[in-house]
């Protein structure tokens, strides 16, 4: 089996991707704009060829390396880059290389645009904050009355995390939106109150989930990105049953074949006419491909799992190989910001949390408006244990 692997570098954490199709006996090829030498050691013990081009953002180059590929090893059967920002080129090569694995060109749409997502919602019985495309101001104020007026959401249709997001809570707002709205297609939501949790899961061609795991977000991205919070967030130690009915039906609904997803939902905390009681769950948007940052490394640490080796498993036989490990836990992550400063050292959180640290390292700077600067994830076993390690690492100097 020939697998071409984009970007496999980032974030470095996905090398285990590489190693584990390496151990199912994969041909692992790799393509990055990074010299090879600058790849992590793993990395390159893990690729069985890499071709480095000038730019991932150049398509015929990327394709040229595919190429290159197909003619010396032959027909590609996967491409992947496991990463939002490649999602639509991932499509395209598929499209253009007819690999049958995953997604194509035509279909990339419903993945990528929210106001898409919608009817596969509602197809799934799962219900949504109504949604409009921003075309007038007209158009908008339409929609206000329809929904019951302030807060909305206004958000690009296609995007990433919480780029160019607004938060409309009065007429001014909304006058100053459409004074600096950027060049590119926006839709606004009726705004929901709720904690922003996930349902994450490796399903199988059958659109069956190998794995499943949430995750909870108290704050928003787009809170922690507007208003430079820092974030924290956990992996519960079991999905929630309602969740995980409506993450299973999104999977169907959504056709998610042999891929790794993180779909988020809102965790109603007031509840909304014609979306729910608090308590109940209300879908967000979905993304077609793992979660953000290491939360994969942390759904490892808080499950006792392996899910690197279950999603090369989902590729190579489209089964689960490893078993359930029965020692769930939490695992919680808590960030900081080099423009902050802290009652508690990074000495002190180390000595104090010891061998429940799983992981301790500077972010990419790429990542440091979401993810933080100085990120540390530990072992929890209950959710005083979660609230306490956060407090202690984010607990600021007035």
Request: aromatic share 14%; net charge negative.
């Amino acid at each position: 089996m020939n697998f071409v692997f984009i970007s496999p570098h980032f974030p470095h954490t996905y090398w285990h991707f590489c190693d584990r199709l390496l151990g199912n006996g994969v041909n692992v090829l790799g393509i990055a704009d990074t010299p090879y030498e600058a790849l992590e050691e793993p990395l390159r013990r893990a690729l069985t060829e890499y071709y480095r081009v000038d730019s991932l953002e150049n398509y015929d180059q990327v394709y040229r390396a595919v190429a290159y590929f197909a003619f010396k090893y032959g027909k590609i059967d996967w491409l992947e880059s496991n990463n939002e920002y490649w999602l639509e080129q991932d499509a395209k090569l598929r499209t253009d290389f007819n690999i049958t694995t995953g997604v194509k060109a035509h279909e990339i749409g419903s993945w990528k645009h929210k106001s898409s997502m919608k009817p596969l919602y509602k197809a799934a019985g799962i219900p949504s904050a109504r949604c409009h495309k921003i075309t007038t101001e007209a158009a908008a104020r339409a929609f206000l009355e329809e929904i019951g007026g302030f807060p909305v959401i206004v958000k690009p249709d296609v995007g990433v995390g919480a780029a160019d997001t607004w938060k409309l809570e009065d007429e001014a707002g909304l006058e100053d939106f459409f004074a600096h709205q950027p060049a590119l297609p926006y839709v606004m939501e009726e705004f929901v109150y709720g904690d922003i949790c996930s349902y994450d899961a490796i399903a199988d061609s059958h659109s069956e989930p190998l794995f499943e795991s949430t995750a909870t977000f108290p704050p928003s991205i787009a809170d922690i990105v507007n208003q430079d919070l820092d974030l924290s967030y956990f992996v519960l130690d079991k999905v929630p049953e309602p969740l995980q009915k409506l993450g299973r039906a999104a999977l169907k609904s959504f056709g998610v074949k042999s891929r790794f997803v993180h779909m988020e939902f809102f965790h109603l905390t007031r509840a909304r006419k014609g979306l729910g009681e608090v308590g109940d769950y209300v879908g967000l948007e979905v993304n077609m491909r793992p979660a953000g940052g290491y939360t994969p490394d942390m759904m490892n640490f808080g499950h006792a799992t392996d899910v690197y080796k279950i999603w090369a498993d989902m590729v190579a036989f489209d089964r689960r190989t490893l078993p359930e490990s029965g020692a769930d836990h939490f695992c919680v992550y808590a960030s900081r910001k080099d423009s902050h400063r802290y009652v508690h050292s990074h000495e002190e959180v180390l000595a104090r949390y010891g061998d429940r640290i799983a992981m301790c390292e500077r972010m990419p700077e790429i990542m440091w408006a979401t993810m933080g600067c100085q990120m540390y994830t530990a072992h929890a076993y209950s959710m005083d244990e979660v609230q306490e390690f956060i407090k202690f690492v984010q607990e600021r100097v007035d």
